[in-house]
């Protein structure tokens, strides 16, 4: 099982552990990562090299960031050249992550990271009310997940 590093500013990984946690349940090999602001870069670097440790299970970790060149993105990137199976994910969504959980298990790192990369330049778009069918309409937009 490939593990899963979410890290991100201040409440972008605790607020994705409950979204995720209610799509995919509780997660094993999994650690999520808030940079809040009285941390410093090199102790947000610490954690993610802590959180390496505890998802290693030798298929590899991919790593969500929330933007790229921010410091939590700056910092998997330090800590992933360090690993030959690590990678690292810039501009991640719910999507990504839940379906990164529910895809990890027999599937290689390579494989995954592509399929999780695609998937999140196909889970954004817009909704353009007026091309949406009449009948379409009161169903599509009263539920959901």
Same mark, same amino acid.
């Given at each position: ?7 991100g500013?201040?409440n ?10 209610a799509?995919?349940g ?9 940079f ?6 090199e ?15 030798g298929?590899?970790? %991919?790593?969500?960031?929330? @933007?790229?060149? *921010? ?9 992933? $050249?360090?690993?030959? !199976? ?16 529910l895809?990890?298990?027999?599937t290689?790192?390579?494989? %995954?990271?592509?399929?999780? @990369?695609?998937? *999140?330049?196909?889970?954004i ?5 007026? $091309?949406?069918?009449t !009948?379409?309409?009161?169903n599509?937009?009263?539920?959901g997940?």
């Amino acid at each position: 099982m490939i593990g899963i590093i979410v890290v991100g500013h201040i409440n972008f990984a605790s607020g994705l552990r409950s979204a995720v946690e209610a799509i995919a349940g509780e997660q094993p090999y999994i650690e999520y990562i808030d940079f809040i602001p009285d941390m410093s870069t090199e102790q947000l670097e610490i954690h993610i090299r802590q959180a390496v440790e505890k998802c290693q299970t030798g298929e590899g970790i %991919l790593v969500f960031t929330d @933007v790229a060149g *921010g410091s939590p993105c700056n910092r998997a990137t330090a800590v992933m $050249s360090d690993y030959s !199976d690590i990678r690292v994910i810039t501009g991640s969504n719910l999507p990504m992550i839940a379906n990164a959980c529910l895809e990890r298990d027999g599937t290689n790192l390579d494989e %995954l990271t592509s399929l999780i @990369v695609e998937l *999140g330049h196909h889970s954004i778009g817009l909704i353009d009310i007026n $091309s949406l069918e009449t !009948d379409d309409k009161p169903n599509d937009m009263n539920d959901g997940l």
